[in-house]
């Protein structure tokens, strides 16, 4: 028996592109070739074992659609080969393979017939496709009236209730309202468990718990084939050294020439966006950087040592009174706050002028898998009462930290056990 679902070999894609529109028809009606040559995938090789779960990553542009759509058989390749064994049911873009004039219902029965199953076959299974589309009555109106929400509803039910070999999803689950895709994820790790799928996302919480390998594309070419969790690290690595060359590259106005021993002290430290800042702004956080466990990973787990340090810049020549405080908070993808610490817990007085350099370490708690943004806070509090504070500087959501702790399942925390008894025999 073929062990192999799908193998690609030397896959290369070439797409010409145009200025102008006009060109196109000008290289038509003139046979001239005017249209420059751009190389989408370079030539990539790997094979997907049956029953394996594989996620593909990398930064837009990277190819991963292209090669998805040459897997399924709606793009074709410029060179080289895509071989698949077995059916394949895809969630490619929003409403590929949907008639917008056609009600909810009439699509199911179309793309049943496009993957081989017959209207008596369809009949069977229709009611759990409803059921688990779950938009109403909106199985009776065309799919032209759906909101991206509805179309990728009814594209996952029929997907995934066609019994495939293989499932193909890019991306398009993350349109759904998180209900929804819990219940998608139950079934992709429940009916769809020993199914080879491949997974476009930029998910990573997801995807460290759908697939256990992941292949990253960096402009059309692989640079990583490997276990999840160190592709996704890897991945997080390339894009924080190319936002560290775009610091560099931006200059550095911000430090007069005297404050060299702080310069380099920040060097690595990444510029603030702007966009994120609110607050007073007298005094502002204009620099930072985020190390977990001595590496700019944004992977995080359990008892993970986060150092955060940021530098303060003033924008007005005076000094502020009041006690400094500085603090942090995370969120979950909910916008709750689910924890943070301030500088007021701590007993010792420090002062912040222009340009001082603030840096502090709390370790990760025991949280579920999830991505939580990180907001940064400075302010001045009266002296006299400690309740009244100017906030001069949020950060707000500027950093976003994935967690991957696989074995918290109910709630967000997790609490050790104090004691554990069975009939009174404690079990430690
Ligand atoms: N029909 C096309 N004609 C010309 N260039 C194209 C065409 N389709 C895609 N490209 C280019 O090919 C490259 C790869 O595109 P592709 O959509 O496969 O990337 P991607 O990794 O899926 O990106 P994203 O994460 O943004 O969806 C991009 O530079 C894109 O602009």
Redesign the pocket.
């Known amino acids: 028996m073929n062990e192999i679902a799908i193998s690609v070999k030397d896959l290369k894609k070439r797409?010409l592109?145009y200025d102008k529109p006009s060109d196109k028809l000008k290289e038509i009606i003139f046979n001239k070739k005017i249209g420059k040559e751009?190389w989408?995938i370079k030539g990539i090789s790997f094979e997907v074992k049956k029953g394996e779960s594989v996620g593909i990553i990398?930064l837009?542009?990277?190819?991963?659609?292209?090669?998805l759509q040459m897997i399924v058989g709606t793009l074709n390749p410029t060179h080289g080969s895509c071989h698949v064994d077995g059916r394949i049911a895809a969630l490619l873009e929003l409403g590929a393979g949907f008639n917008p004039e056609y009600t909810g219902i009439e699509n199911v029965f179309l793309n049943a017939s496009i993957f081989g199953l017959s209207r008596l076959e369809t009949q069977e299974k229709l009611q759990k496709i409803i059921d688990f589309a779950d938009i109403g009555d909106h199985v009776y109106q065309p799919v032209k009236t759906y909101s991206s929400g509805m179309f990728v509803r009814l594209a996952f039910a029929v997907s995934a209730h066609l019994q495939p070999d293989i499932l193909i999803v890019d991306?398009a689950l993350s349109v759904g309202d998180v209900l929804f895709q819990q219940k998608c994820f139950a079934h992709l790790s429940g009916t769809l468990k020993n199914k080879t799928k491949l997974f476009?996302t930029h998910d990573f919480a997801t995807l460290s718990l759908v697939a256990n390998r992941c292949i990253v594309?960096s402009e059309g070419l692989i640079i990583f084939d490997g276990p999840t969790k160190q592709a996704i690290k890897y991945y997080n690595e390339i894009i924080h050294s190319k936002s560290q060359v775009q610091n560099i590259e931006s200059g550095d106005t911000l430090l007069p020439d005297n404050l060299s021993s702080l310069n380099n002290a920040i060097n690595d430290f990444k510029d603030v966006d702007s966009n994120a800042l609110s607050g007073l702004r007298d005094y502002e956080i204009s620099k930072y950087s985020l190390v977990v466990n001595d590496s700019k990973t944004s992977i995080v787990n359990h008892g993970d040592v986060i150092t955060i340090s940021l530098l303060v810049k003033s924008n007005i020549a005076k000094r502020l009174t009041g006690k400094p405080v500085v603090g942090f908070f995370f969120r979950d993808k909910f916008g709750q706050k689910i924890f943070g610490q301030n500088s007021l817990s701590l007993r010792e007085e420090f002062s912040v002028e222009n340009f001082t350099k603030i840096e502090f370490e709390f370790n990760w708690p025991n949280l579920q898998t999830g991505e939580y943004t990180l907001t940064l806070g400075l302010g001045f509090v009266d002296q006299s009462n400690e309740v009244v504070h100017d906030v001069q500087c949020w950060v707000n959501d500027f950093e976003i930290l994935h967690c991957v702790t696989p074995h918290i399942e109910h709630g967000i925390f997790s609490v050790p056990f104090n004691d554990f008894k069975v009939n009174d025999y404690v079990i430690k």
């Not at 837009?60 to 090669?67: E, F, P, Q």
């Open positions: 797409y592109v751009f989408a990398g837009n542009g990277a190819g991963k659609s292209t090669l991306e476009v594309l």
